[in-house]
């Protein structure tokens, strides 16, 4: 417990006292605290901003997570999930692409204490999904692989032995990874096969053999698990067409197999390739890259996709090249992160499930290779 402290008074006292960038309308309840990564190729960071009690949000410290990033320019991993939460808001995970590593954090009243960085047992792991004390690693790059592990009380990970599974194809492009809310089952995305990939998670950890179902939506991204078990996905669309992307839901099967529930429903936007499930799962916000726009669905009982208002719910400034998205954890807020713009794009969530935008928090590199975010 000592050593605890003594590292959270550390990380107060070496914590950057930056201008406040934005302003919230209003008073928060209470602070707000958002992650985004660097992927930096020489040095992986993981940045914090924080919101003062009256609603403003200043970068509060950055955090070294002792593994390479890929580098690039906008969008170089082509994933969702580089940056993970655990369930209970108590672990942050990090993929070091350039590195083969994943980096664990203890999150601890919104500060980072880094607890360990291990080896993926792959090439450029770009998404990271955790149940419990189960973690999984997707590796894009080579034979595209998943990996599992035993994550301890200490945040150490212990690779479970002859765990590793491939996906459909090299070169597939694994580009996302979640766990349904019982643990029974682990969804990837195969975004250049544009397949879905279902997996049956064993008692020990190790998963089942891999059961590919093609996806029936073109351009197909990422997908998240509602907590009623509903597979929420992100489509890109068909290549080449305006505002075309789309969402889909679907049910998995005890075999492993989909089905839709409601496929291919329109976002009015291009290049929705992220999505964000709120944590009582009445809502998920698409982050449509290409147009700058936010949209919004109701997920209704039977899973079912209903648009919130004209679908658009909310805008970044044009050419902000917004890409993944988040939710924060009292369902209040949605960040996107700008990575053409260098900038995090904030909005409260309206009663209606509209989006108000306020502001930016500035300051990050323009089309620098930044990956991954992760609200509190």
């Known amino acids: ?50 919101q003062t009690g009256y609603g403003e949000f200043i970068e509060n410290h950055r955090y070294a997570t002792h593994g390479r990033g890929s580098g690039g ?33 203890r999150v601890v009243r919104g500060f980072l204490l880094l607890a360990d960085t291990a080896p993926t047992g792959g090439s450029e792991p770009v998404a990271v999904a955790q149940h419990q004390n189960l973690v999984y690693v997707l590796n894009a790059a080579g034979s595209g692989s998943i990996v599992a592990f035993y994550l301890g ?44 990939d279902i997996f049956r998670i064993q008692p020990n950890g190790k998963l089942s053999a891999i059961v590919v179902n093609p996806s029936p939506g073109p351009g197909t991204f990422a997908a998240s698990f509602a ?17 075309a992307s789309a969402i ?11 089905a839709a529930i409601s496929q291919s429903v329109p976002t009015f936007g291009m290049a929705n390739c992220w999505n964000a499930i709120t944590p009582d799962g009445k809502r998920v916000y698409v982050s449509n890259a290409a147009s700058a726009t936010i949209s919004g669905f109701t997920i209704g009982k039977s899973g079912a996709l209903v648009p919130i208002g004209s679908t658009v719910v909310g805008s970044n400034p ?16 949605v960040y996107t992160l ?11 969530i309206q009663s209606d499930g509209t989006l108000s935008n306020v502001g930016e928090v500035g300051g990050l590199p323009k089309s620098a290779g930044f990956n991954g975010i992760a609200a509190l």
Not at 73 to 84: A, E, I, R
Not at 227 to 243: F, M, Q, R, W
Not at 248 to 258: D, E, H, Q
Request: glycine share 12%.
């Open 1 to 50: 417990m000592f050593n605890v402290i003594r590292a959270l008074m550390v990380i107060v006292i070496g914590a950057g006292i930056a201008t406040p960038m934005i302003s919230a309308a209003e008073p928060a309840s209470g602070p707000q605290t958002v992650f985004v990564m660097t992927n930096d190729a020489a040095k992986n960071e993981v940045i914090a901003y924080r």
């Open 73 to 105: 320019t906008n969008d170089p991993l082509g994933s969702q999930g580089s940056l993970t939460l655990s369930e209970d808001h108590s672990w942050l995970f990090a993929a070091n692409a350039g590195s083969g590593t994943v980096s664990v954090f």
């Open 153 to 196: 009380y200490d945040g150490r990970l212990q690779p479970i032995e002859d765990s590793t599974v491939y996906l459909s194809a090299a070169g597939a492009g694994g580009a996302s990874i979640t766990i349904s809310p019982d643990g029974e089952f682990l969804a990837v995305t195969e975004r250049v096969a544009n397949n879905i």
């Open 227 to 243: 907590p009623d078990g509903k597979l929420i996905v992100s489509e890109t669309g068909p290549a080449g067409a305006t505002n």
């Open 248 to 258: 889909s839901s679907y049910a998995v099967l005890s075999g492993g197999t989909i």
């Open 318 to 333: 044009p050419g902000s090249g917004n890409l993944d998205i988040a939710v924060s954890g009292d369902g209040k807020y």
């Open 338 to 348: 700008n990575s053409a713009a260098g900038a995090v794009g904030v909005f409260t």
